[in-house]
Structure formats: C-alpha cells, structure tokens
C-alpha cells in the first residue's frame, strides 16, 4: 500500500471522528435546549483540526449566534440543530462509504 493511499484513507478516518464528534455536540445542544442562560456549541472546523501536528482532538467552541436567543437566554435554536445533525449525519454515512470503498479496492489489488 503507497503512502498516498494510507494518507487518504487516515484522511477519511480523520473526517469521521470529527463528523461523530459534531454530531455529539449537537446532540448536547438539543439535549439542554431548554436550560436557562445555555450558550449553544460547535465544533472547530475541520480544517483547523488536520492543521493540528500532535494533539488530535476536536476542540469545542461557542457556535455563532445568528438566530438570537430565547426570552431565558438560551442560544440553541432547534430547527438549525436539526439541520446540522441532518447534514452531520449524510455527510459521515457519505465518508464511511467512501473509506469502505477505497479500503475494498486497496484490499482486491493487493489481494486479500
């Protein structure tokens, strides 16, 4: 197996473990979308997290406030939660079929 195809392949492994751990924080904002004063959260990008050299873990930050807030100040907005764990979601179902695949043909060319 080349170094190209072990990079791609760690890539894609990479993109999932960011993708389950977006899909985590969003579920923590639907789960407190209804605690008083709660500030909703995202995740880093996904560009900033391959930039990292050592530590390879997702870093949370306070997500953007575009929708405003509810009258017991509350940032998360459902509807845009729903949106991101939809999206979230094709998304990762899209790279592990992709990281099946390539994982399949490296497989039948080596021939295992």
């Known amino acids: 197996m080349s170094d190209e195809s072990t ?43 391959l930039s990292q050299q050592n530590d390879r873990t997702v870093a949370v930050r306070q997500a953007e406030n575009v929708w405003g807030s509810s009258m017991d100040n509350n940032t998360v907005v459902l509807e845009e939660q729903s949106l991101l764990a939809a999206s979230t979601s094709s998304q990762y179902r899209l790279a592990s079929k992709l990281y099946g695949k390539a994982y399949a043909m490296i497989s039948m060319v080596n021939g295992k």
Not at 8 to 35: G, H
């Open 7 to 49: 990079s791609w392949l760690q890539t894609a492994s990479q993109r999932m473990n960011w993708l389950a751990e977006r899909q985590k924080v969003i579920a923590e904002n639907i789960a407190n979308s209804d605690t008083p004063n709660y500030k909703a959260r995202d995740v880093e990008s996904f560009e900033s997290y």
